[in-house]
């Protein structure tokens, strides 16, 4: 709770100010001429003495530079302070830090604000003095000097001074990392270091995809977006069952049903960076292993179309031999089952995958959200689709009537009740046996965005030309339920590459997950 301390009007001001002025002037002409400077400092460090031994407050000074370096204390106070500053406040000072497209407001000269944390009432005060002239200094100083005093109670400080200065970095890194761009990483640059031997490239990330645009059942998508945020606020959790804190999710789909919109939607939403790792570029396990260990917290690395990515189907073949390998073979673990040849020169392993996503390695940092994207999830191997290993699989379906409704909201701005009666319902009758992606509506929508009676009317056109077709086809599936879609799809993918794999454990479902974040 936080309040802004009111100044006095101007005209009270010059009063008080004038004559405290001429009684101070006064008392100096007086001193100087009665006390040497010596007894004049002794005669005030001790009133100083007096008056602190006798106040029930205690000061404490947070310079903007510490020596010569300067206070990370003083920059988190001012982030922190900013983000409770209202921008109707008298006077206030804007800063906009690089890398960051957000304006941050901070509290401008001698200017006070009020605080409470845990129930106690703390005082900050920003004091901008002038700097006395320098002598030769290989860095020269500002020439103000810049500091927040906190007055806190004294019986108040053991009870909180620590853990109030540990809030505050904590909510400043917090608000830093909120106003900074979001960065997008990729290893394109294939195994080679630059200067600093780094192997990302990395590039500001300025995707708009938000949940709130994202066509897909809505209690599907709130799911998501919990799993999103206990996944984020979950470090105690993490810590208390032993568990690294990072998670897997499996998006898989036809192309156009927002697999890619999906990772986007939650790098915004979450405000993490995005790694985009590039299989193809890396050459073998333990480059792959240096990518991780560069990769930062609160990041989330993507392997788009990981069934093209790298050849995950050799195991398949091993499997027809009786002497076949596994993934619990120790020379396939150490890399030597590679499927290098296959892939041009590429000889990264399933194993090294694996380990990738949830060997020891895959816990250097934390905060991390491993995504894999595919259009076929029948071509993955079993191992990847496990318990444990992605936790969540989320199948990105064909357009539904629910999320027909949020395209229709995002590009023609309307909603349900601006639309007659019979459309909605052709529309709802028609959409699902259209099989159509939420591209493919996007891209008739857009088309005839300016008109939009003409945009409904071609939409509705063209759902039911596809519909028909489906239909004369015979390739409509009978279920048409996202439930029964999913479990489907996963029960396909376990089956097809089971024959005689070793990896027989079951798919978890989202209902699982959620037992398991419980
Ligand atoms: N569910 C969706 N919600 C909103 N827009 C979508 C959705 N799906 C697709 N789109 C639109 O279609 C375009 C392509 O979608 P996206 O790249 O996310 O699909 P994808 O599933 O990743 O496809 P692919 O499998 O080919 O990579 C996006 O730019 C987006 O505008
Ligand atoms: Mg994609």
Same mark, same amino acid.
């Given at each position: 709770m936080i309040q802004k301390v009111e100044a006095n009007t101007m005209k009270e001001y010059w009063t008080s100010f004038a004559s405290l002025l001429g009684v101070l002037a006064?008392?100096?002409?007086?001193?100087?001429?009665?006390?040497?400077?010596?007894?004049?400092?002794?005669?005030?460090?001790?009133?100083?003495?007096?008056?602190?031994?006798?106040?029930?407050?205690?000061?404490?000074?947070?310079?903007?530079?510490?020596?010569?370096?300067?206070?990370?204390?003083?920059?988190?106070?001012?982030?922190?302070?900013?983000?409770?500053?209202?921008?109707?406040?008298?006077?206030?000072?804007?800063?906009?830090?690089?890398?960051? %497209?957000?304006?941050?407001?901070?509290?401008?000269?001698?200017?006070?604000?009020? !605080?409470?944390?845990?129930?106690?009432?703390?005082?900050?005060?920003?004091?901008?003095?002038?700097?006395?002239?320098?002598?030769?200094?290989?860095?020269?100083?500002?020439?103000?000097?810049?500091?927040?005093?906190?007055?806190?109670?004294?019986?108040?400080? %053991?009870?909180?001074?620590?853990?109030?200065?540990?809030?505050?970095?904590?909510?400043?890194?917090?608000?830093?990392?909120?106003?900074? !761009?979001?960065?997008?990483?990729?290893? %394109?640059?294939?195994?080679?270091?630059?200067?600093?031997g780094y192997p990302w490239e990395s590039v500001p990330f300025k995707h708009p995809s938000t949940f709130d645009t994202l066509a897909m059942d809505p209690v599907k998508k709130q799911k998501i977006m919990d799993d999103l945020r206990d996944f984020a606020n979950g470090q105690s959790f993490y810590q208390r069952t032993g568990r690294a804190w990072k998670r897997g999710y499996l998006l898989y789909g036809p192309p156009g049903t927002g697999k890619s919109s999906m990772i986007a939607a939650m790098a915004n939403y979450l405000s993490y960076d995005i790694y985009d790792l590039e299989l193809t570029e890396v050459h073998n396990n333990s480059e792959l292993r240096k990518l991780l260990m560069k990769t930062s917290s609160k990041s989330i690395i993507v392997i788009e179309d990981i069934d093209c990515s790298i050849n995950l189907t050799n195991r398949k073949k091993n499997n027809n031999n009786p002497g076949a390998r596994n993934y619990y073979d120790p020379e396939m673990r150490r890399g030597s089952g590679s499927v290098s040849g296959e892939d041009g020169g590429n000889s990264i392993t399933l194993s090294g995958l694996l380990n990738f996503t949830d060997g020891l390695w895959s816990c250097c940092g934390s905060e991390r959200i491993f995504v894999f994207t595919t259009n076929h999830i029948e071509r993955l191997d079993p191992a990847l689709l496990r318990s444990g290993r992605m936790d969540m699989h989320i199948y990105m379906s064909y357009c539904s009537y629910p999320a027909l409704k949020i395209l229709l909201k995002n590009y023609l701005g309307y909603e349900e009740s601006d639309l007659d009666d019979n459309v909605l319902k052709e529309l709802a009758e028609v959409v699902d046996s259209a099989e159509m992606t939420p591209a493919d509506i996007s891209e008739v929508l857009i088309k005839n965005r300016r008109y939009k009676q003409k945009a409904v009317s071609k939409l509705l056109e063209a759902l039911k030309t596809r519909a028909e077709r489906n239909v004369k086809s015979g390739s409509l599936r009978e279920k048409n339920s996202d439930d029964v879609e999913d479990e489907e799809q996963e029960k396909r993918a376990l089956e097809s590459p089971k024959e005689g794999s070793e990896f027989e454990e079951p798919c978890k479902n989202e209902e699982e997950d959620e037992e398991k974040m419980k």
């Open positions: 006064f008392c100096q002409s007086l001193l100087q001429v009665i006390f040497p400077p010596e007894l004049r400092f002794a005669c005030l460090k001790f009133f100083n003495r007096i008056f602190h031994l006798f106040s029930s407050y205690c000061y404490f000074d947070i310079t903007e530079i510490d020596g010569v370096n300067t206070n990370e204390l003083y920059n988190a106070v001012q982030l922190y302070l900013s983000s409770f500053v209202s921008i109707n406040g008298s006077r206030l000072s804007l800063t906009r830090a690089l890398n960051s %497209s957000a304006i941050t407001f901070g509290l401008s000269n001698n200017d006070c604000i009020v !605080d409470s944390f845990n129930g106690v009432t703390v005082l900050w005060e920003h004091v901008v003095t002038q700097r006395q002239a320098q002598t030769f200094s290989w860095r020269p100083l500002p020439e103000e000097k810049r500091g927040f005093t906190l007055r806190i109670k004294k019986r108040d400080k %053991s009870l909180i001074l620590d853990s109030y200065l540990d809030y505050i970095m904590e909510r400043a890194n917090e608000i830093r990392r909120k106003n900074q !761009d979001r960065l997008l990483y990729t290893n %394109s640059r294939g195994g080679s270091l630059d200067s600093r």
